[in-house]
């Protein structure tokens, strides 16, 4: 069985190739949320993306890339432009 922290190290690891993959396609993404708080990261943790810039073409298109690239583990995306600044 895996624990928590091979989990979370995983996840990490994981989230920092994405990254480095959308940042290549002009694509600034951040690590937010549970994995990068960690203090309330658990086994049905999802990864977290709020995308700060994205070219047109590929604005939603790389949420199908990052699952593909992920293989499975759970993620969320938000466009930084979409968050209602009121709440």
């Avoid at 990490?12 to 959308?22: F, I, P, Q």
């Avoid at 203090?39 to 995308?51: K, Q």
């Avoid at 070219?55 to 890339?65: G, V």
């Amino acid at each position: 069985m895996t624990d928590l922290s091979d989990l979370r190290s995983r996840d990490l690891e994981a989230a920092k190739r994405v990254a480095v993959s959308l940042k290549e396609r002009g694509v600034e993404v951040r690590l937010v949320g549970s994995l990068a708080r960690g203090t309330d990261f658990d086994a049905s943790s999802d990864i977290d993306f709020l995308v700060l810039k994205c070219p047109e073409d590929l604005r939603y298109r790389i949420e199908a890339d990052v699952e593909d690239m992920l293989e499975g583990i759970p993620i969320d995306v938000t466009y930084l432009d979409e968050v209602n600044s009121d709440h």
